[in-house]
Nanobody, 128 residues
């Protein structure tokens, strides 16, 4: 069983930066594709960013392109989400997801159906 664990959330002012970390345990012999989603109260879970197993392919939601950056860490199955120029509308619970068996197309990994395992999430609150 793969278990992603997020960290790094917090409360910041608009324009500030935060870096989220996701460490996924359970597959020490494999490097897995991973993604970030977010969910605000009363809203559906939405895609934020994706990175493939070796880091040479990334996708971003239009709403975060140019402000957020996803990267793989040196530790196996660790990814970071660098969030810059944060806005109040970025306020949400941010969830890390791992893709092991799901389809690997862009259409799949930019939706929840492309992922097999989910973390509990970390809260990000941006005040104006």
């Amino acid at each position: 069983q793969v278990q992603p664990v997020e960290s790094g959330g917090g409360s910041v002012q608009a324009g500030d930066s935060l870096r989220l970390t996701c460490a996924a345990s359970g597959r020490p012999g494999s490097t897995l594709a991973m993604g970030w989603f977010r969910q605000a109260p009363g809203k559906e879970r939405e895609f934020v960013a994706f990175i493939n197993w070796n880091g040479d392919t990334t996708y971003y939601a239009d709403s975060v392109t140019g402000r957020f950056f996803i990267a793989r860490g040196n530790a196996k199955n660790t990814v970071y989400l660098q969030m810059n120029s944060l806005k109040p509308e970025d306020t949400a619970v941010y969830l890390c997801a791992v893709s092991e068996y799901g389809p690997s197309t862009k259409a799949a990994v930019t939706t929840t159906r492309g992922y097999d395992y989910w973390g509990q999430g970390t809260q990000v609150t941006v005040s104006a």
